[in-house]
């Protein structure tokens, strides 16, 4: 009798999705003010304005929400913001 193999499903890798998920409490308070703008359109240059910044800070504020929720861009970082719970619409 051949044995029988159960199939998990796994599912595909998203961007954003590492084992340890960030959470609200992940990124600082700044990097969600500044996420909150990210998701409203705005650049940098606006960012570092509306916070009273310069514009260097917004940026490197920028890289970091990119690295703690493990994405390459604005878009997907809205999107795995949006979908964890870290912004609501």
């Known amino acids: 009798m051949a044995a029988s193999h159960s199939h998990r499903y796994m599912p595909q890798s998203i961007p954003g999705s590492p084992s340890k998920m960030p959470t609200p409490a992940d990124l600082t308070a700044r990097e969600i003010q500044v996420l909150q703008l990210v998701a409203q359109g705005h650049q940098n240059k606006e960012i570092a304005y509306a916070l009273n910044i ?27 913001a949006l979908h964890r719970g870290i912004l609501l619409l």
């Open 54 to 80: 310069a514009e260097e800070t917004a940026k490197i504020h920028v890289k970091h929400i990119f690295s703690k929720l493990g994405v390459q861009n604005r878009t997907q970082a809205v999107a795995v």
